[in-house]
């Protein structure tokens, strides 16, 4: 069973960075996607951004340009670089692991205000 611990989140103003990162813990499959998706209060958890192990991305057309996801796969690490950030990014992040079924994170809490 894999376990993802996710850390890095916290406040934040407008137009600053964040990284936050994710360790993969069990049986880690080639096949799997790893990712970051995020609830904000009253909303629908979406897509932030996606990655496979052999590197290929996709990202939700909000965060394009501002925010960058990369793997440390030897480490079974996700990192998600937030630049730029508005204050409509504030939410819950949750990283994922799917392979077959999707596995959660805790989400660790990104605030993004003045």
């Known amino acids: 069973q894999v376990q993802l611990v996710e850390s890095g989140g916290g406040l934040v103003q407008p137009g600053g960075s964040l990284r936050l990162s994710c360790a993969a813990s069990?049986?880690?499959?080639?096949?799997?996607?790893m990712g970051w998706y995020r609830q904000a209060p009253g909303k629908q958890r979406e897509l932030v951004a996606t990655i496979t192990k052999s590197g290929r991305t996709n990202y939700a057309d909000s965060v394009k340009g501002r925010f960058t996801i990369s793997s440390d796969n030897a480490k079974n690490t996700v990192i998600l670089e937030m630049n730029s950030l508005k204050v409509e990014d504030t939410a819950v992040y949750y990283c994922n692991y799917k392979y077959v079924s999707d596995i959660w994170g805790k989400g660790t809490l990104v605030t993004v205000s003045s």
């Open positions: 069990g049986t880690i499959f080639s096949f799997a996607v």
